[in-house]
């Protein structure tokens, strides 16, 4: 699945990262258009974010294994800039937070 982005798991609700990849960028345009606000927060999984992210920042989805790492609990920031329809990501994988309190 690392190697090709259009193989899914096994069973009948098993998407594609290449499908992930159409679906979830549309999601988050909709959040613009629907929602008058300025942020907006987006919790998923490791694997979701990685798509989201390769997508929206590099156009490439099959270089997200490869490229982007995502730590437990990580926070990436992401500015849009509607004019230019382009995410800038200030913050990627932060997880400074997860270590509070290591000698």
Excluded at 25 to 33: A, D, F, I, K, T
Excluded at 87 to 101: D, F, K, M, Q, S
């Amino acid at each position: 699945m690392y190697d090709d982005v259009t193989l899914r798991w096994p069973g009948e609700t098993a998407e594609s990262i290449s499908f992930v990849e159409k679906r979830v960028p549309r999601g988050l345009q909709r959040l613009w258009e629907d929602f008058d606000h300025d942020h907006v927060a987006i919790v998923g999984h490791g694997r979701l974010n990685k798509v989201l992210l390769t997508s929206v920042l590099l156009g490439d989805v099959s270089r997200n294994e490869k490229t982007l790492n995502q730590g437990n609990t990580c926070i990436n920031a992401l500015d849009w800039n509607p004019a230019e329809n382009k995410y800038t990501a200030l913050v990627l994988n932060h997880i400074e937070h997860t270590r509070r309190g290591e000698a």
